[in-house]
Each structure stands twice: as C-alpha cells, then as structure tokens.
C-alpha cells in the first residue's frame, strides 16, 4: 500500500516528530511512503518524493517539517479538487495522511466527500481545533511565551515599567491564557485595575494579549482586529498590532511607562518540548494505525490521555475556545 503525507497551515514544533512516527509505522505494516511537499500545493503541483526510515532519521528533535508547508487550498485553485484526484490516482495512493489546523483539515474533510481516502492529524499551536483536548505545537508555543514572560518580569521591575506582551491566537486565547497563568502576568486590560495595582506598592506589571483580540476603539464603534491590511496565500488577515495598541492606551490613560514586545513567529520555531514529541509520535501511530483499518475521514484526537479518532467534520466545525473554568482561575491571580 503506498500512503502519502503532507503538512498544510502555519509551521510549528513537533511537526518532523509526527512525520517520522508515521514513516516507522508503516514500515510496521509494509507501507511505503511518499511526501508530499508544501502542503496540498504537492498534490496540485505533482511534487513528491519518498519518505524512508533514512530520510526521517535525526528528525525527531528538529522544528519546522522537512516536507514544507503551505496554505493553499485545492477548492480555491481552479480545477484544484480535479488536479489532486488526478494526482493521486497516478501515483497510486491509497491513502493521505493530512498533517494541519483548521484550513488544512477542512480541505481535507470536503476532500473526502470527493472520495479521497484521507486521516487527519491535529496541528496547531492555537490549540484551536475541536474533538481533541490538546494539538501538538502548542505545548511548546506556551513554553516558549512562559520563559519570555519569566525574562520580562526582571526588566519590568528595573523600571518599574508595564510590559505588554503580545502572543499569537488567532481566534482564540489558549496561548495567552496559558502563559499568562505559568508566567505569573498580571493580565489586567483594565487601567483602573493597574492604577489600584500600583497604589498597592507593586510597581510593574505584565499583561498578556493575544494577537486576534478584538478592540473597540469608540463605544460607538463595532469591535474589530488590528492588522496591516495584507492578507496571506488563504486569504487571511495578517494579524499583528494590538500590543502596540494597548500599550499606548495604557500609557495614555494612566500615565505609566508601558513597552511592548511582540513574541511572534518565535513561538513557531526551535524543537519542540519532550510532551510535544511524544503526542506527535503518538499521533503519528495512531493515524497511521486508522489508515491500514480503513478509517478514513477522520482525525486522530486525544481525549483525556487517550488517543482516538473523530470525524474531520467534528474537528473543524467550530473552533475549541477556551473554558470560562480557565479564566476563573487566572483571575486568582489579576492584580
């Protein structure tokens, strides 16, 4: 049987983890295997070549996916869903293996429905996709932003500064929320609370703001995001600014010295932490595992400590936001 892999969406660490647990895998059950590169762009543009044992060895540690990324989308290429099925027939695949978010996995899921036998594998550091308690990447995006935080907190004290940091989420806070509970930020977004904070005598704080949180710059205004107007390969926003944004109205509103930094991209990169690793690899197993028991459509998810599998459609129905359970928690610890 020979099965294809491929990684779609944003890059981020443990994505060479999984592709190497997938290749080992399949040894097991005598599958050969080609990748595909950049993403469904492999499929569209006819770009693979074969993934083995030697080819995946010394990856496991490494960031970024050997394979290449991209966000393209076969429905939104004329003649897309045509070319991969083309594809696909002439190389004999038997089965995709889709390694992706939100966007990725939803290709894939429609791509199914055109009679592409496809498995799914969670990938985001958004932590963002549904069906599954945790991606893997994220893990890591939130180590990443807790040590940055940790190194602020030195500084911010020196000066008796306010220290915005902004972290990347999308649509959703779980990277925020997240290190801002590890690194001990105060996250107060409100200036009276900062005011009453450093009448209290603390002189510094860290606020924690995640890149897709939606401002209101009137309260007769619609609340919106704050981006450079470019968007990317698939049509999205570019995201970035609003650190910079609340930063200024703090300052303006309480008088407080308050600098920004933006973690961007750096959450992304460098190896991925040791549970990062392991749920990749377990990931890895498991889809493949669904591939050779024809469980097509579906997606490898983890529930509890459990690795199952869900519909793609569960998956990428509606995004996994964070609980209200979480923010009562960190609210412990505002001011």
Known sequence: MRIAV???????????????????????HRFEVIGLRDGWKGLLEDQTFPLTRASTAGIL?????????????PFKVEGGVERVLENVRRHGI??????GGEGTLSAAGRLFEHGLPVVGIPKTIDNDLGGTDYTFGFDTAVSIATEAIDRLHSTAESHKRVIVVEVM?????????????????????VPEQLRRRHAGGTSFSIVVVAEGTKIRS???????????????????????????YVAAEIERRTGFETRVSV??????????????????SRFGVHATDMVAQGEFGRMAALQGNVVTSVPLEEATRTLKRVPAEYFDVARVFFG
């Open 61 to 73: 540690h490494r960031g970024g996916t050997i394979l290449g990324t991209s966000r393209i989308n």
């Open 94 to 99: 038997e089965a995709v293996v889709a390694i």
């Open 218 to 244: 009137r309260p007769d205004e619609p609340e919106h995001v704050i981006s450079s107007g470019a968007v990317d390969e698939a049509g999205r926003v570019r995201l970035g600014g609003v650190g910079a």
């Open 6 to 28: 491929l990684t779609g969406g944003g890059d981020c660490p443990g994505l060479n983890a999984v592709i190497r647990a997938v290749v080992r895998r399949a040894a097991n």
């Open 263 to 280: 973690l961007g991209h750096i959450q992304r990169g460098g190896s991925p932490t040791a549970h990062d690793r392991v749920l990749a």
């Open 169 to 189: 989420g999308r649509h959703v806070g779980w990277i925020a929320t997240h290190s801002g509970i590890a690194g001990g930020a105060d996250v107060i977004l």
